[in-house]
């Protein structure tokens, strides 16, 4: 019903041109389009004004499909999605890049003006023998983005300083809705779900000490497109779902195309998913696409070709 795992994550931009020179320039994605995003889009399927226009850049790796769309709207809102959000607030948070040298990254963007949650940090993890260090930087449009950097052999092989998509991640209040959501109903493969060692992330997202966590992965089977990564932590927070949205700024929906529209809309009927608008036809790409609340509140996307 789903084909090949995330297919675009979305993301409102202030200015494209400075969106563009961080991950075209910087991180090395290329383009693969840039246009106009059509109105049936923009008023149909986002609710937007009347008026409201938007421009389309999509970027990807040479390694996988998943796009990276920026969407620079006119008038965007000029706030930031997650500027005044606690890190354990549910809903979408970090895009994460394999990156060769972590603490080279680090100095880079520091010098660059960039601000980060977290320096360099290495951990292994208790369920399986790969060390990393992470550092998770706050991007162009406030989007918090984790830098991964493999420390075990084997190493991975990357090309530039930045390598794939590694995840996209979520903080939720409730796994089993999660669960239920991308296992059960869109048959998407649980790669591994489990509570990890207390204090294990504290210092990565700035939990208090000793804060309780859970952790899943969630992914297309044969896919090596992105996982969905998901953290439900003992600390709660609120939902964000009133402000990530555009024409505010930041990480606002993900996509999925789907190999049967209609049958995935009656399926999610069935199961008392919230559909928020569509069918739609885009008249600019000719897909027919919808807006779901999925799991914590969080906006999806499905199309199809």
């Given amino acids: 019903m789903i084909k090949n795992g995330i297919a675009r994550i979305l993301i409102s931009v202030h200015d494209l041109r400075e969106s563009l020179a961080f991950y075209q320039d910087i991180i090395k994605m290329s383009v693969v389009s840039d246009h106009p995003v059509d109105t049936e889009t ?135 809705e999660v669960t239920k959501f991308y296992v059960d109903i869109l048959g998407l493969n649980m790669v591994f779900d489990k509570v990890l060692p207390e204090g294990m992330i504290d210092d990565i997202l700035n939990l208090p000490a000793g804060t309780e966590s859970r952790m899943a992965f969630i992914n297309q089977s044969g896919s090596n497109n992105p996982v969905l990564e998901f953290i439900q932590c003992s600390v709660k927070g609120k939902y964000l779902s009133d402000v990530a949205k555009p024409p505010n700024l930041g990480i606002f929906a993900i996509a999925f195309q789907s190999d049967d529209l209609s049958a995935l809309i009656e399926k999610l009927h069935s199961h008392d998913i919230k559909i928020i608008s569509g069918p739609v036809t885009c008249s600019g790409n000719q897909e027919k696409a919808i807006l779901v609340q999925g799991p914590n509140q969080v906006n999806l996307q499905f199309f199809e070709q």
Wanted: hydrophobic share 40%; charged share 20%; glycine share 6%.
């Fill in 42 to 176: 923009i008023e149909q399927l986002w609710h937007l004004p009347q008026g409201t226009t938007a421009r389309a850049v999509c970027l990807k790796n040479d390694e996988q499909t998943t796009l990276l769309e920026l969407i620079e709207f006119k008038p965007h809102s000029g706030k930031f999605i997650r500027s005044d959000a606690q890190i354990c607030d549910y809903g979408l948070f970090t895009i994460a890049f394999r990156t060769r040298d972590v603490d080279a990254a680090y100095d880079y963007f520091q010098q660059q003006g960039y601000k980060f949650i977290c320096p360099p940090i290495t951990y292994t993890p208790n369920w399986v023998p790969v060390t990393v260090k992470e550092a998770i930087m706050v991007g162009p449009n406030e989007t918090p983005i984790a830098l991964i950097e493999r420390l075990s052999e084997p190493k991975p092989v990357i090309k530039g300083d930045f390598g794939i998509l590694l995840d996209s991640s979520q903080l939720v209040e409730n796994m089993e």
